[in-house]
């Protein structure tokens, strides 16, 4: 079985600061300036694709004080609470 890898050359402007970053990091891993950052595009395309496919989970309520909820409120009735605040509880 033979495997085909196809790379495309392109060319990308950097500044002079991360250039350098780029070649020294490449310099102290012992690999190349290409290897670096089509490894850091990776990573980010990685972190991008991990946050938007797992968006957060519900958030859960923290609640304070003592005793839970007054008689007659439920919470999944929203109008019924909207009319229990208008009334003053």
Do not use: W
């Not at 050359?9 to 310099?27: G, S």
């Amino acid at each position: 079985m033979s495997v085909c890898f196809y790379v495309m050359r392109t060319t990308i402007r950097l500044d002079d600061d991360l250039m350098r970053a780029v070649k020294r990091h490449a310099l102290e891993s012992g690999t190349t300036v290409t290897a670096v950052i089509a490894q850091s595009l990776r990573e980010r395309l990685q972190r991008h694709r991990d946050r938007t496919s797992n968006p957060p989970t519900a958030l859960s309520l923290v609640t304070t004080g003592e005793g839970g909820l007054l008689p007659g409120v439920d919470l999944d009735d929203s109008a019924a609470l909207i009319e229990l605040m208008e009334d003053g509880v």
